[in-house]
């Protein structure tokens, strides 16, 4: 079937990425703006994976917002709910000096645009584990806006995380869209791929690509966004 609605992948996919790098960066800048609150930097870590893995194992009870913030709560106690417009600041200010730990490919702007400019709808299905100030500002390191996307997911307004298909199933749901008519575009062999799981094609951008399972990258359409325009485009 045609494709008529490209769904994209953020980090590593549009944004080039060494995520060991970024996050070690993003967390060293996040520990240095709440360290005067007394958070101990190693135990603020700790937590933030803690809520990261709380909201991968959301259920669809309740927002990934409110499943992180329940976790970090739990860890810190009700009081710390208090700082929540600490990290407000943060990402509004001080996350922004994380794009030195990113790379930059304006093919990956160029295809967005190109795919659009064919008549396609797109969406940006980056892992909600992120508020929509954060994935706001990594799009516009793409070279992009939020409004080139149909919808963009973020922590506040999805119930689910990759590799999760409930997590796909629910973006279809709010677009309206079939499996079948969509692609989704990724750099992970298990979350994005997951999204084949509901009828989508699934095509693999691989300069930053992860395989931890080790699996045949040739299963799958794969190469750079010069390939990808082709395979969607013709």
């Known amino acids: 079937m045609e494709i008529r609605n490209v769904l994209f992948d953020l980090d590593g996919t549009l ?36 809520g990261t893995a709380a909201m991968v194992k959301n259920d669809g009870s309740r927002t990934n917002e409110a499943a992180f913030w329940a976790k970090f709560a739990q860890i810190f106690g009700e009081d710390a709910l208090k700082d929540m417009p600490l990290f407000e600041e943060f990402y509004a200010n001080e996350f922004q000096q ?4 990113c790379g930059f490919n304006p093919l990956a702007a160029e295809a967005v645009r190109t795919i659009r400019a064919s008549g396609r709808r797109v ?3 980056t892992n909600p584990i992120f508020p929509a100030a954060a994935t706001e500002s990594r799009l516009r390191w ?16 999805c119930r689910y995380c990759k590799p999760n298909v409930n997590y796909y199933q629910d973006i279809l749901d709010q677009l ?18 997951a999204a084949a799981e509901l009828g989508m094609q699934v095509f693999l951008i691989t300069d930053c690509l992860i395989n931890k399972q080790g699996e045949d ?5 794969h190469g750079g966004f010069e390939d990808l325009v082709r395979f969607v485009c013709g």
């Open 142 to 157: 793409v070279g992009l806006e939020p409004s080139d996307f149909e919808l963009y997911t973020t922590y506040e307004r």
């Open 15 to 50: 944004l080039p990425m060494d995520m060991e790098e970024f996050t070690g960066g993003y967390f060293k800048l996040l520990t240095q703006k709440l360290a005067p609150r007394g958070y101990d930097p190693r135990q603020l870590i700790d937590a933030i994976w803690a």
């Open 176 to 193: 309206e869209l079939r499996g079948a008519e969509c692609l989704m575009v990724g750099n992970d062999m298990t979350e994005d791929t």
């Open 123 to 125: 969406a940006l299905a």
């Open 98 to 101: 994380a794009k030195k730990f």
């Open 217 to 221: 990258v040739n299963a799958w359409p």
